[in-house]
């Protein structure tokens, strides 16, 4: 099969022009003005935007947390990414306290099995490092193309490790070549905090917030960052949401140390007084880190403009308002922490970033799709459109009018943080190795077409295992 995008706006991270992208099989294989070849279909990209596969490097599919699962399983979050733009995706596959590695993997690839609709590779979460067999397992872990481990430093009694498992990860990683990631919170402090607020009788779901101040995202950023610095690992923040944390990262990055950071959609736009909306609506911004005072929406689109910050991902992870979410309806503490976003990253950074001048559709494509696929081993098969890459292309009507509503979305979550928002630009067709999966408003595949991708160690290119004919 080959296929002939005609006409469109190509917008790389570094490229801007009119032409056309004809791929042949699964890759990309010509690029240019008005080429002279014939396709077996022929797309007309007059007046849109075409883009490279945008890769969120930071969801959860599928997840048990917070005493229940999110709603969104690898068949639905996949479905409302691929709307949204995403052709590739990095989940969280979390090592159950015990658990060997290879354990945790096999029952997450189970889980999406038979229901991937884009493609998709795996982070390591590890939780528990006491059986020394396990430091040996994790270090074989990027030579099966899983090169990132996530620790998070919150969530205490749960998912948090102490600093001497966070330090033993950073040293595997800085001989095994893989990139560490952190969820940079005080969990210890915050679980003070959070005892303390409940002694006082303060149970509604703004007490979230207040129980996990900015100073404890930047005291975790810049310890984990030093450490990073005495392992010497690559280190990736997740989820940074306010100045406290930007800081160091942009201290270290000055220095030219391996620190990134990445911030999420929901950042921007949903600050600190959306969690005190009445009858318990405020419960639907319970994810963390918690949303912060209006300030930090400046530094955070100041910082992903200068790539103090690196990339934009959604962090989706999506319960029920009603059902899921009310577990907490006595008791903040007991909000599932989550909320979804994999569909309409691409419609809130073009409309308020590009559209209102913040960033330009380059910076946009590199933010969104080039950075997560170089710092996560995907790049060039995916993040960028050149001969050679997997044909994952996202033809975008720049001029199409959409409004953001829960109604409208094909994520299984009852709401949307961003309800009722009226965007200017909607996806229009998605292609992943060269086939439709999004074209005329619908899913053009049948769940089981996306593929698990074994990703290449940190700092290294992931090129087609076989050469083109
Ligand atoms: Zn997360």
Redesign the pocket.
Known sequence: MSVLIKGGRVVTAADDYVGDVFVDGERISLLGEDLDVTADTTIDASGKLVLPGLVDP?T?LDMPFGGTTTIDDVQSGQTAAAFGGTTCHVD?CIQPQGSTFAAALDEWRSKASGKQVIDMGYHIAITDLSDPERLEELATLPEQGVTSYKLFMAYKGALQVDDETLFRSMEVAAASGALVMV?AENGDAIDVLVKQALAAGHTAPHYHALTRPPETEGEATNRAIQLARVAGCPLYV??VSCKESVEPIALAREKGWDVWGETCTQYFFVDQTFLERPNFEGAKYVYTPPPRAKANQDVLWNAVRTDVLSAIST?H?SFLWDGQKTLGRDDFSKIPN?GPGLENRLHMIHHFGVGEGRITLNRMVELLSTNPAKLFGLYPRKGTIAPGSDADLVIFDPTRRKTITAAGQHSKTDYNLYEGTEVTGDVDTVLIRGTVVVGDGELKVEPGFGEFVARAKFGEELRPAVARA
């Open positions: 930071h959860h969280f969820h997740v989820h962090d992870c989550g």
